[in-house]
């Protein structure tokens, strides 16, 4: 399983992006879908997580700004994010679990993800 990520940038705070992440293969296959971030310093951060049945999961700090979703005709995954902050900059993930067991516990906290993109770096001006 390849995901590849894409539409990281630099915006000034207030400002929105979106991040897509391509599939190699069917985004139908993984049981759970998210999003976490990395920043130099400090802990991975889960941002957000979609099941198979479409329930979403974000951290509370993107509550409300952040939209996970995805597109199983295109096997992308996406995550819309606006009214950006300085403290939403990192190197952001895509990942995946298409374990029907593991995959189960689909939260934005979720870490034990066996699949994972090379990430997509996020920087956001104040």
Do not use: H
């Amino acid at each position: 399983v390849q995901l590849v990520e894409s539409g990281g940038g630099s915006v000034q705070a207030g400002g929105s992006l979106r991040l897509s992440c391509s599939a190699s293969e069917s985004t139908r296959s993984f049981v759970c879908m998210g999003w976490f971030r990395q920043t130099p310093g400090k802990q991975r951060e889960g941002i957000a997580a979609i099941s198979s049945d479409g329930s979403t999961s974000y951290t509370t700090s993107v509550k409300g700004r952040f939209t996970i979703s995805q597109d199983n005709a295109k096997n992308t995954l996406y995550l819309q994010m606006n009214r950006l902050k300085p403290e939403d900059a990192g190197m952001y993930y895509c990942a995946a679990d298409p374990d029907r067991y593991s995959g189960s516990w689909c939260y934005s906290a979720k870490s034990d993800w066996p699949y994972r993109g090379e990430g997509t770096q996020v920087t956001v001006s104040s």
